[in-house]
């Protein structure tokens, strides 16, 4: 029961790491997706603060409004208490909209980068927790 202990408390940042880069990831996706949506808002987060804040034990929850009765009620509470912000338009559009595509593309490389360095690592810790049960040096 120790080693599950150990384990969690290991992998924990991690996984607030994760729940966050994919959520980060479904914002930018939806940001690219809505590029010519009149009057649709860019949003994001702010990854560091918003991890800052779970691992000080604030929880990660997400807000989600029903804009239909026809939607499913939405109670994420794997987030926490995640608020997107919207992005700062850097040329405001005639339409409203504040996507830059430029901006959103290069944000989503960024974060799909960092996810996948993030599961290699925790896969590092996998190998190596593996090692150590074993006895290998």
Not at 2 to 13: G, R, V, W, Y
Not at 30 to 53: C, E, G, M, R, W
Not at 56 to 61: E, K, L, Q, V
Not at 99 to 115: C, G, M, P, T
Request: charged fraction near 20%; glycine fraction near 6%.
């Amino acid at each position: 029961m120790a080693i599950m202990t150990a384990l969690d408390k290991t992998l924990s940042f991690q996984e607030k790491a994760l729940n966050l880069r994919t959520y980060r990831q479904q914002l930018l996706a939806s940001n690219i997706a809505n590029a010519d949506t009149p009057n649709y808002k860019a949003v994001d987060i702010d990854f560091a603060k918003t991890l800052q804040q779970a691992q000080a034990g604030r929880g990660m929850s997400v807000d989600l409004t029903k804009t239909s009765p026809m939607h499913l009620d939405g109670n994420n509470t794997a987030m926490g208490d995640v608020k997107p912000m919207y992005r700062t338009s850097v040329q405001p559009s005639i339409d409203g909209n504040t996507v830059d595509s430029n901006i959103e593309q290069a944000q989503f490389s960024e974060n799909a980068l960092n996810y996948m360095a993030t599961l290699q690592f925790v896969n590092g810790q996998f190998k190596d927790m593996q090692e150590a049960l074993r006895g290998n040096n």
